[in-house]
């Protein structure tokens, strides 16, 4: 098992920045990528950024590119959103999630042709609000 906790969020004026953290703990050992999800009020939840963790390959939402970096530090087990030029459509529960790379998402991953970033492990989310 994988424990996600997150940190960093709180309430800000558009045009401002957060940057977001994710500390991993438990069999971080097998981790194949990690990113972070959003859900704003009365919305489905989506997805925002994800990272391998090995190597640094990188994935945005279109609605947040160019804004948004996610990062890692590997040695602390952490990743990190770095949000510039807030705007207040990003206000949202943010919740910090993690794959798993071991052998049986492996051999679901072939069995199913499923790409891109698929959570196994969340955390409690962090609230992000933005106001205009």
């Known amino acids: 098992q994988v424990q996600l906790v997150e940190s960093g969020g709180g309430l800000v004026q558009a045009g401002d920045s957060l940057r977001l953290s994710c500390a991993a703990s438990?069999?971080?050992?097998?981790?194949?990528?990690m990113g972070w999800f959003r859900q704003a009020p009365g919305k489905e939840r989506e997805f925002v950024a994800s990272?391998?963790?090995?190597?640094?390959?990188?994935d945005y939402a279109d609605s947040v590119k160019g804004r948004f970096t996610i990062s890692k530090d590997n040695a602390k087990n952490t990743v990190y959103l770095q949000m510039n030029s807030l705007k207040p459509e990003d206000t949202a529960l943010y919740y910090c999630?993690?794959?798993?790379?071991?052998?049986?998402?492996?051999?679901?991953?072939?069995?199913?042709?499923?790409?891109?970033?698929?959570?196994?492990?969340w955390g409690q989310g962090t609230h992000v609000t933005v106001s205009s």
């Open positions: 999630a993690s794959e798993n790379g071991g052998p049986a998402k492996a051999l679901s991953r072939v069995r199913t042709g499923v790409r891109g970033f698929q959570p196994d492990y």
């Open positions: 438990g069999r971080t050992f097998s981790t194949y990528a």
């Open positions: 990272i391998r963790w090995s190597g640094d390959n990188t």
